[in-house]
């Protein structure tokens, strides 16, 4: 069976709803009410507390996971201050196998950050010039807190880039893969 992206997007969330009901907290799917809801894809609920939070999804087959934000051609993201409003889980399913997922959260402000950054290094850095408004990915890599290192060949040059997420000390936990605590902090 052929697996669109509509269908891997339902599945990545899908499998976050259910890694937060595990957790004990009740979850909404916006997009089952609205056709693609622009700025979250789960509302998550803490029955004790009564806060919730929304929550987007984005769902990749490849290590490069877009993020649905098209770029300016001077770096700039329109709307990015307004779009993203509060944590993102991305899921990383391999094509070879869909069941080994990786779920990588990030706070609002780790997402802002790492997508303005990488962002600007690859519209400003890069020793080429754009012809069309870029489609903005995140690499595994930088979920990872991994910097990317710089690479010349005769197609183009670019240096290193430095990730926002590599300097984050979090006292032997992974910057994000598995921090689900991110977003139940939000919920106590």
Known sequence: MKKDNTRICAIGETAVALELLKKGFD??????????YKNADLVCMNPETGKSVMIQ????????????????????????????IGPWVFVYMPKENYSEMKFYILSKDEVKKLIVSSNLWYVKDWN????????????????EGKNQPGKSSLKYTYPEYQNPLASQSQNGLKIAEERWDKIEDLLK
């Open 27 to 36: 979850v909404i799917n916006i997009n089952s009410s609205f056709q693609n």
């Open 57 to 84: 999804v984005k769902t990749g087959t490849t290590h490069n996971i877009l993020t649905g934000f098209t770029s300016e051609l001077d770096g700039t993201i329109p709307n990015i201050d307004t779009s993203i």
């Open 128 to 143: 080429r010039t754009l012809t069309c408004k870029p489609i903005v990915g995140v690499f595994t890599e930088w979920l």
